[in-house]
């Protein structure tokens, strides 16, 4: 059986992941205002994999017989000025996660779940990839972002990015 503590902190990382999402979609129609549809996309792609991480944490507790609890998502507080805000709030946000990953798995280390441990494996991956990402987003845009010729380069870049859904077995 799911250790209580470990359950609750994933079904508060539901939230947090949906929350992710509910910013990423902030960050995407801020784009849209500014006229960089490549980065308003590769934000609404970001925003559906938060979804999923979402949805992965709900089947991992279902399957554990654990019930899920739904919360209110806040508001995106992120305040966005210029194009590189949405990059580094991003970074910020980004860091953050890995941390309420890392408190997550703790816990299981704790609890000697081990099987939640191997399934938390995939997502502290993940959170490697996603802070190497925001991070590279913030390095491109403060090399190109200032010429509009690069920024409509960066953007088309952007622009190519699919959604492919996550490949966790549970």
Known sequence: MLDKKVADLLNTQVNKEFYSAYLYLQFANFYVEKGLNGFANWYRVQAQEERDHATL?????????????????????????????????????????????????????????FRTMQYLDWFVKEQGEEETNASDLVKKMEL??????????????????????????L
Request: glycine letters at 4%; aromatic letters at 10%; charged letters at 20%.
């Open 57 to 113: 944490m709900i089947q991992y507790l279902q399957n554990n017989d654990m019930p899920v609890t739904f919360e209110a998502i806040d508001k995106p507080d992120a305040s966005l000025q210029t194009v590189m805000d949405p990059l580094k709030a991003g970074l910020v946000h980004e860091q953050y996660v890995t941390g309420l990953i890392h408190t997550i798995y703790d816990a299981a280390y704790q609890a000697k779940d």
């Open 144 to 169: 190109f972002g200032s010429d509009p010729k690069s920024l409509y380069m960066l953007d088309q870049e952007m622009a190519a990015r699919v959604y492919a859904a996550p490949s966790l077995i």
